[in-house]
Nanobody, 122 residues
Framework: EVQLQASGGGLVQAGGSLRLSCVAS????????IGWFRQAPGKEREGVSC????????HIVESVKGRFTIARDNAKNTAYLQMNSLVPEDTAVYYC???????????????WGQGTKVTVSS
């Protein structure tokens, strides 16, 4: 069974940090790029960051650039999103997604995790 288990979310004050993890199983992890998306209350889902299959490329959305960092450890089948200097606008459910064609959603062959909730208080 293909699984992507996101964890590490929680409640933090503005200015704080969280490290999200995405643990994969049931497929060849290092054949897939890993992306992070988020969906805030009442908002549409947006892409946050993505990393290629072996740290060959990374992408970060402008709104979090300089605050968030994406990484992966293929030996552990795990990807991470380090979130620093958090602001209330970062409040959302964060989802990880595995993509077989690099940092580009296929719409058909992508694997999605269940998400982990992040709440940032002011």
């Amino acid at each position: 069974e293909v699984q992507l288990q996101a964890s590490g979310g929680g409640l933090v004050q503005a200015g704080g940090s969280l490290r999200l993890s995405c643990v994969a199983s049931g497929f060849t992890f290092d054949d897939y790029a890993i992306g992070w998306f988020r969906q805030a209350p009442g908002k549409e889902r947006e892409g946050v960051s993505c990393i290629g299959t072996s740290d060959d490329s990374t992408h970060i959305v402008e709104s979090v650039k300089g605050r968030f960092t994406i990484a992966r450890d293929n030996a552990k089948n795990t990807a991470y999103l380090q979130m620093n200097s958090l602001v209330p606008e970062d409040t959302a459910v964060y989802y990880c997604v595995a993509m077989p064609w690099g940092c580009q959603l296929s719409g058909l062959n992508d694997y999605w995790g269940q998400g982990t909730k992040v709440t940032v208080s002011s």
